[in-house]
């Protein structure tokens, strides 16, 4: 009895670090192997042809020069070493499912029990929540091959000054990886 105590207590202790953990977005990258992404010194910043949201494609062309700026980088209007670009998409937040397991433990004297139990929820709340997915991509000037691509994504309900400092926040958290750095 005292195994399935332990083991039960260890699942209900370790699932509010895996909720905690599922709240934190991580960017995504990906880049040429055989790069040689020492020699950058300078960048190009081109925006995207057509966008239907002009405030979001400005504070991420912003974010963007400023966290490369920030990294020592240099910005060029023509000539560069490497080439920016970026993309960004806003989607629907999905819904919860609704669905909990919930799992517990307790003693009262020298009784001991466990319980494992599960609730359907109903979803409260508007439909206005939205993710706003932001790509940047990194691109050799003399070959036009993309040589770097990071993206992340945030949520968010209303736009302005909160939306805006989530664009910088995600924007610096994805260049914050570039340039990659080869482990030894």
């Known amino acids: 009895m005292n195994i399935m105590k332990q083991t039960l207590l260890t699942c209900i ?11 934190s977005s991580t960017p995504k990258n990906d880049y040429d192997l055989n790069y040689d992404f020492s020699q950058l010194k300078t960048f190009l910043q081109v925006e995207p042809v057509q966008t ?18 920030t990294q020592g980088f ?21 819904k919860d499912s609704g669905f ?5 433990a307790g003693s009262w004297g020298s009784s001991s ?3 494992i139990g ?4 109903v979803p409260v709340g508007s439909d206005s ?3 706003q997915t932001i790509q940047i991509d990194i691109v050799d000037p003399q070959t036009q091959k993309l040589i770097w691509r990071g993206s992340d994504t945030f949520s968010f309900d209303d736009g302005g000054e909160e ?4 664009t910088n926040l995600t924007v610096s958290k994805i260049l914050a990886q570039f340039p990659p750095q080869k482990k030894p």
């Open 163 to 166: 939306k805006a400092q989530e």
């Open 113 to 115: 029990g466990a319980s």
């Open 129 to 131: 929540a939205k993710i």
């Open 100 to 104: 909990s397991i919930g799992l517990g």
């Open 13 to 23: 202790l370790s699932l509010p670090l895996l909720t905690l953990s599922g709240c």
């Open 52 to 69: 239907t949201d002009p405030l979001s494609a400005a504070r991420i062309q912003q974010s963007i020069a400023a966290s490369l700026t």
């Open 118 to 121: 599960t609730s359907v929820d």
């Open 74 to 94: 240099i910005q060029q209007d023509e000539a560069a070493d490497f080439i920016v670009t970026y993309g960004f998409r806003v989607d629907d937040k999905p």
